[in-house]
Structure formats: C-alpha cells, structure tokens
C-alpha cells in the first residue's frame, strides 16, 4: 500500500485527531467508534513509515514529522473542497451552501438587513453563518471551514483577498445623566479609560477604543463585558459609558431614561467593514455577489466604501 492509497477520510481523521487531541472525542466528532478511528491512524502512520501523534492515556501530541504531514493533510483536504466550489460554480452565483463568518460585534445587527434580500435573490443559497472572534475567524478561513468573513480592522493578508464596504461610525453611550450627556462638542479628548466599560480582550472592537482613545492608555478600564447587549446595559446602571457601533445602536424603551446616545462632533471615529476570503478561490463571483448585497442594503448612519 502506498500514499496513494489513502483516502480523504484518512487525512480527516488525522485533522480531526489533531484539532481535538482526543482519540474519542476526535472519533466522536468523525461519527466513527474510537477503535475503527485508531486503526486507521495506525495504518496512515505505517503507510507513511513514521510516528504522527504520541499519545499515552493523558494526553496526545503531535511529532516533528506529524506536524508537517497534519498540515499538508490540511492543504489536501482544502484543495478537494475547492471540487466542489468548481461544482457548484457552474450551477450559477451564490447557490449551495456558503459559509459566512462575521464578527460577534457586527452579526446580529447587520444579518437583518441581509437576509431577506439573500433569500429573494439567490434562493438556492444555503447560508451558513459561524460567529465569532477575528483570529478564529481568519484561522477557519485559512483553513478553508469558512468561504469568507466579514470584518474589521481590514488588515491586508498575503493569503487574503479583502474587499472594504462601508464605514461604521461609533457612538458614544452614556447614562443619561452624566456631564458627557450634556457636553457639545463632543471630542474624543473628553473620554477617559476609568469610565470606559469594555469589550473582554480579543474583541476588536475593544482595541478600536482604545487606540481611538489616548485618555484611555492609562490606569485600568473598571469593567468589561462579553457582549455588546451586556456593555449596553451596564451603561445604564451608571456603571460608565462606551463605544457603541452604529448598527448595534437602538432605542430601548425600558432602558430610555437610563441611556443616551452621543454622535460626535468632528474627526468621528468608527470603524472599516469588509469582506474577505482566500486568495484563488473559485468563488470570485460570490464574493461579488455578497458585496453588491450588502452595500444595496446598508441602513442609514453608515457610508459605503468603494
């Protein structure tokens, strides 16, 4: 038996094996029993001629040598799903299924102005939405778990082409009576990190605020939050004021005599939007698509970038 032999499935239990660093659970996620998983680890290994995991009842870790061949199993497998991009290409734009992913700061406020037009003008697009950090978010577009991701900051990437769509500008949200509430103009020099309630680390939209801050450098931020919903309402209890982005803006009834929402007078800051996905892949024509759909459909209070 030689490396032609191997199939796909074998180079999917080897990534499945290392994604989870589990025999079982890297079985379960493959739908198979952990002994048939095993076996064939073993077979992939003899075919091969070398160790790919070390693994002991603790734990498993990859060799030298496996951590190549994992990743190659990784560009293999990425290159037969571009089969069946090529596939579906040929049916027409935006048909079968995509896989969209889009930061959490941005999904729920944007998806809704999307949706309907998606589902009228391609209805045979299957759309499947992950939502998430940036890094996890380009890691699976690396990948190839995902076709393309909506973002920002629109940082260039070799392996990344980038599309820019529209700027979001932020808001500041303040508990209705505190001084900034009533302060015109409002300038970003007046903001302060001790009353800033932030995003956790990992958000990019928390980095935002803070390099659009330089107040903000010093001392400690008093609270942060998972959540925009969560960061909304803790500016209601008075617990501080943020950045809120324009979509993610709304008018709360029961939080009205709580919360208030300050533009900014000039120099406002905000936020780039985008669209990216990897460099030679198939789909240039759905990512087009995608773009036209979403700067046809952007609410007021953002500008489209062309």
């Not at 599309?163 to 020099?189: G, I, N, Y």
């Not at 939050?225 to 909304?232: D, K, M, V």
């Not at 300050?262 to 985008?274: K, N, S, T, V, Y």
């Amino acid at each position: 038996m030689g490396v032609r032999d191997l199939s796909l499935r074998d180079l999917t239990y080897l990534v499945a094996v290392d994604d989870e660093r589990h025999f079982g659970r890297a079985a379960e996620s493959c739908y198979v029993s952990q002994p048939s998983l095993s076996a064939q680890i073993r077979k992939v290994e003899q075919v091969l001629g070398t160790r790919i995991f070390e693994r002991d009842r603790r734990r498993v870790l990859l060799t030298v040598a496996g951590d190549r061949l994992v990743e190659q199993a990784r560009r293999v497998l990425a290159e037969a799903d571009r089969l069946g991009e090529l596939a579906r290409i040929a049916q027409g734009v935006l048909t079968g299924p995509f896989r969209l992913g889009l930061i959490a700061t941005l999904g729920p406020y944007l998806l809704p102005y999307l949706l309907e037009p998606l589902r009228k003008g391609y209805p045979e697009l299957e759309l499947i939405v992950t939502e998430d950090l940036t890094e996890s978010l380009l890691s699976s577009l690396r990948q190839g778990e995902l076709d393309a991701v909506l973002l920002s900051p629109l940082d260039q990437d070799g392996t990344l082409e980038l599309r820019r769509l529209f700027f979001e500008p932020f808001l500041l949200a303040v508990p209705a009576d505190h001084p900034l509430a009533r302060c015109s103009p409002l300038e970003m020099k007046d903001l302060c990190r001790e009353e800033m309630v932030l995003l956790h680390d990992g958000h990019c939209l928390r980095d935002q605020a803070l390099e659009l801050c330089p107040s903000a450098r010093a001392g400690r931020e008093r609270l942060q939050t998972a959540s925009l919903e969560t960061l909304r309402h803790l500016v209601a209890s008075g617990a501080g004021y943020s950045l809120v982005p324009r979509l993610a803006v709304r008018e709360d009834p029961q939080l009205a005599r709580l919360l208030v929402y300050r533009l900014f007078d000039a120099d406002r800051p905000g936020r780039e939007i985008g669209l990216t996905w990897r460099k030679g892949s198939p789909r240039d024509a759905d990512m087009n698509a995608l773009c036209e759909v979403v700067r046809d459909h952007l609410p007021e209070g953002v500008e489209t970038l062309f």
